[in-house]
């Protein structure tokens, strides 16, 4: 069955709703989780995970981490990343994101890596990485699609919370 690949980022560099960029070239952020849904599932999936997770978004908003050690991810520990520091809220947002994909009969792409076994991090990108000890606030949380019109080569930001928008 074909699938839908949606996932959700805290961006670290600015951004704008709808911005279309190139899969090659990501702005830095936080993966807080990676899902697929089934491509015959309503349009309006994203506006329904939208509302389930606003609430618990915007009440992480505005969250300061902190960047820890970096690290190796992925094959043999190819690619580069920093680690952020556990943060309660960070956690709980991820948690609660799990919760409204799984409430929808989503896939997550990485099923070891979530929960208890959430690891959020950096990676780093064409020479941009920030440095261990470094603050950053949680102040862009994005839905993000990752083959807009099944076009593989870009991704679109759906829906675009910001702290501007917290209150609002």
């Known amino acids: 069955m074909p699938m839908r690949n949606l996932i959700w980022v805290a961006f670290t560099e600015p951004v704008s709703p709808g911005l279309v960029f190139p899969r090659s070239d990501w702005p830095l952020h936080i993966t807080l989780l990676r ?3 089934g491509a015959n599932v309503s349009a309006d999936v994203a506006d329904v995970l939208a509302d389930q997770a ?9 969250t300061r981490l902190r960047v820890g050690e970096e690290a190796g ?5 190819s690619i580069p990343v920093s680690l952020i520091e556990h943060n309660p809220l960070l956690q709980g947002l991820h948690e609660e994101i799990v919760d409204a994909v799984n409430s929808i009969g989503g896939r997550i792409a990485t099923p070891n890596y979530v929960m208890e076994r959430f690891r959020p991090h950096i990676s780093h990108h064409d020479g941009k990485r920030p ?3 470094d603050a950053v606030v949680l102040d862009q949380v994005a839905l993000v699609d ?3 019109e099944g076009d593989h080569t870009i991704r679109r930001i759906l829906r675009l919370w910001t702290q501007d928008t917290k209150t609002g």
């Open 35 to 37: 899902f697929d849904v």
């Open 146 to 148: 990752m083959a807009p």
């Open 54 to 62: 606003e609430a618990p978004v915007k009440g992480a908003l505005g």
């Open 131 to 133: 440095k261990s000890g």
């Open 73 to 77: 991810f992925g094959h043999m520990g």
